[in-house]
DNA sequence: CGGCAGGGTTCCTTCAGGGAACTCTGGGTG
DNA sequence: CACCCAGAGTTCCCTGAAGGAACCCTGCCG
């Protein structure tokens, strides 16, 4: 595809994109998450070219997203998250009452998710992460900060995320 | 790219890619979100082919996440955020959470958040829309919901979401 | 009436995804 | 010991999407 690397942008959208932005890659997530962590039961699952899978699974163990694991003697493994990876899941968690909310129609929601701690079927909502109110996209400002490409004094808003 | 398309799948991560999945997608959305609501504008910006920015903001009209509105009398016209691609803007919220968090670095992050509510620079995070408390992919169970393509009675863990 | 700017379209080239076949490793079976 | 097998890749060819540059169309403006 020669596909634009967004790396280089400063922008933490861009950056993010440029570890789970390539095609597949959030599904093969999503599987692993849900406890398809080997080779063969991604690609069964997902129905995806084993070349492709190859090289998302290294990219993703490249930026520290999963961790590939041996469980055999024989060259086996699974992939498992780390830490970081866990941390994505949310944002497939977001993806998920999205989708469910504007594009499930009749059916309903393919899954649902039980939360832990108040036991009520439920969805995830950005709330904010210091006083813990609800955080929308309409009740926030956006500002430079210390990573902007903006020399301070300069510009005013910024497209960078 | 010959891209399977995911919206046959009974999975709202999925459908939700098949709407914003394709690349440059998030970055035009987040964009608009800045206020660079014109193609000349994005097109600068992001420093994007104009066929496929064409492609990609046909695509987001077509799904009812921008909406095309004429400025002048002339054929100009500028691109809005729906409600529904309103909603969107908060898995890019979310982005930046992760990207700030793991991708940043020395610099810090590109852009910061005010909310409204406290005034205070801070960040989303998943709570639970029934009780108000964190939810984060290790606080939840995943159940089969009634769109899943699983007939009741079969089936156990789903990897749909 | 010629220029101009916004917003696309067309065309060509290159490279990434799809798909199928092949390989490599090391255990299990007769 | 020879053969088979399963998991996990790797190789190869084909197609189609992204990049990039040039071209076009519309209507105001001097």
């Known amino acids: ?7 280089e942008m400063a922008c933490s959208i861009a950056r993010t994109l440029d570890v789970i932005g390539e095609p597949w890659s959030p599904l ?17 699952d997902l129905g995806i070219s084993r070349k492709v899978l190859t090289e998302r ?5 490249d930026h520290g997203i999963l961790e590939r694991r041996p469980y055999d003697r024989r ?4 992939y498992v998250l ?4 866990t ?20 059916a309903g929601p393919p899954v649902l998710y039980r939360h832990h701690a108040c036991h009520e079927i439920s969805h995830v909502e950005p709330h904010c992460s210091h006083c813990g109110e609800p955080m929308r996209p309409q009740d926030v400002d956006v500002l430079p900060g210390p990573g902007s ?3 301070p004094g300069l510009g005013t808003a910024v497209p960078a995320r």
Chains 1, 2 share one sequence.
Do not use: C
Not at 82 to 85: L, R, V, W
Not at 89 to 105: E, F, N, P, Q, S
């Open 149 to 151: 490409a903006v020399p």
């Open 57 to 61: 699974l290294n990219h993703l163990v």
């Open 87 to 106: 941390e994505l899941i949310t944002l497939l968690m977001v993806m998920v009452a999205w989708g469910d909310k504007w594009l499930a129609g009749e």
């Open 28 to 44: 093969i997530l999503r599987d692993v998450s849900a406890g398809f962590t080997r080779f063969e039961q991604i690609q069964a």
């Open 75 to 78: 060259p086996r493994h699974e």
């Open 82 to 85: 780390t830490a970081k990876g």
């Open 1 to 7: 595809m020669q596909r634009t690397n967004y790396s």
